[in-house]
């Protein structure tokens, strides 16, 4: 049986359209796609190729979802 694991990833739509998908936990772990379903299968594919690193796999050993915070900021 798998282990779950659930990862925030950070989505934003640039200027010229393409979705820029990123996983915080992971340094230098993102990606970008022209639709937002090819930016989400790419950073899954990112995160696998950044967990085959052993300092990955313990660090997320130490990972808790529950202790992130997500907040929307609006200003003007």
């Given at each position: 049986m798998k282990n779950i694991q659930q990862l925030p990833v950070i989505i934003e739509k640039d200027e010229d359209g393409f979705y820029?998908?990123?996983c915080p936990v992971f340094s230098g772990c993102y990606t970008q796609g022209k639709t937002l379903d090819?930016?989400?299968?790419?950073i899954r594919k990112v995160i696998e190729l950044c967990l085959e690193e052993k300092e990955n796999?313990?660090?997320?050993?130490?990972?808790?979802?529950?202790?992130?915070?997500?907040?929307?900021?609006?200003?003007a």
């Open positions: 820029v998908v990123e090819e930016a989400l299968k790419s796999r313990e660090m997320l050993k130490n990972f808790h979802p529950q202790e992130i915070s997500f907040h929307t900021l609006t200003y």
